[in-house]
């Protein structure tokens, strides 16, 4: 049997931090150079060199024109060879590897380089198999099955016009005029912000105009009203953000949703009686309770693997990646112009403290479960993984395949397969510490 590549990379493994490791690598130079005999070789015999038949040119030359390609190459072996030695020691639980110094691949030399590990800490998760919890079902009471009726009167009711002055939720009909000066390649939708004939304008969030709710609530038909409207600097319209807007409003029709009568729900619903529809909200509710109860549950579970865990390091290079991680979907919810992104910029080691807990946390816990998932041999199958990426592509409006593609490419597939092992390591001591 042929030896593999692997088998000749020379390792040494030094401690480098806290849930570090720091390996140098060296590939000695006859392993190098016959190593690139053999991309040579190859390439040659499949270059097309001018003058020379497809695998007749000679060797030297194939080498000086291709180095680049010869070297790119030869890195790539010799780098996946390390890997391939590194995740091959059993002694260590690798949670992530990097470059961490590079050399220049000379031909006929000894070749080295460097590279840095993040490994698991040591962790005690106690009796993990015993833990039991109690959590109270929330009763459902009458009192809630009638609001979700009168949720459902109100949502399948219909508007008719009224008389006497609008009230919150109703819907007026108005011509609106604001002082707004429109550029001449105003879209449609910005056009129809700053004027409009017979629309409709809801006394309800979310406003489409701002301050419209306070300042047409109690307006009446046949009457004009003027208002300010003091649009957000984060508004969808670029050219009304931040801006105030002075609005002349005509009101032409008042409308308001009328709820239904039982006899119109039950139709409206398909239900058989008043009765099998409350029945029916009162199981859906049921469900939502025991839903949350779970939830609530497996929160109960956590927290005493948790306090019974201990204390154990955390690798800085998860907790830095966490922070980024919500970093930036705090500066995704925050910044909206380049007047907020320099503000966030300024106050960054403000928002750095606030979410350092939660990312330490969410480490703790990934490392936790993920010790557990290791001790009980949990492991996620494609077809698993698959219908995850089924169920997160259509919350984002793609195909699975595409979202799948783009996750290998961020590198971030393999944290999907350990957040689903995490979460069935959870329900599976949820299932013992319930029942």
Known sequence: MAKKLSDSIVLEIKDGGVCTKEFAVKIEAETAKNEQNKVVSYIAGVASMPGFRPGKAPIG????????????????????????????????????????????IKAGEEFTFTMEGVVAPEINPGDYKNLKVEVPMDAVED???????DMYRAMY??????????????MLKVDYKGDFELPEDASASLKRQIEATDAFMWLNEPENIPGCIKAMTGAEIGKEYTFDAEYPADYREAALAGKKISYTVKVSAIQRRKKLEDAELIERTGS????????????????????????????????????????????????ENEIQKLLQQKASEIVKSDADAEKFKAELADHRAAVDTDAKAAVRRALLLRKIAKLENITVDDVELNEQLVMMSR?????????????????????????????????????????
């Not at 680049?68 to 260590?92: C, P, Q, S, T």
């Not at 597939?413 to 329900?427: C, F, P, S, V, Y």
């Open 143 to 149: 009192k809630a099955i009638e609001e979700r009726l």
């Open 395 to 435: 919350y984002y409006g793609c195909k699975p395949r595409e979202l799948r593609d783009m996750l290998e490419k961020s590198g971030s597939i393999d944290e999907l397969r350990m957040d689903i092992i995490n979460g069935k390591t959870l329900e599976k001591l949820t299932d013992s510490a319930i029942n």
């Open 157 to 170: 009711g219909t508007y008719a016009d009224v008389e006497g002055a609008a009230q919150a939720e109703d």
């Open 61 to 104: 030359m194939v080498a000086k024109k291709y180095a680049a390609e010869i070297n790119e190459e030869l890195r790539n072996r010799f780098v996946g060879a390390a890997v391939e030695k590194i995740e091959a020691n059993e002694e260590l639980d690798l949670l992530s590897l990097r470059f961490k110094e590079f050399g220049e």
């Open 272 to 319: 058989k009686d008043m009765e099998t529809l409350r029945d029916n909200i009162r199981k859906g509710l049921e469900l939502d309770a025991k839903n949350q109860q779970r939830r609530n549950a497996s929160e109960a579970v956590f927290a005493k693997l948790n306090e019974q865990a201990g204390e154990f390091d955390l690798p800085e290079a998860l907790v």
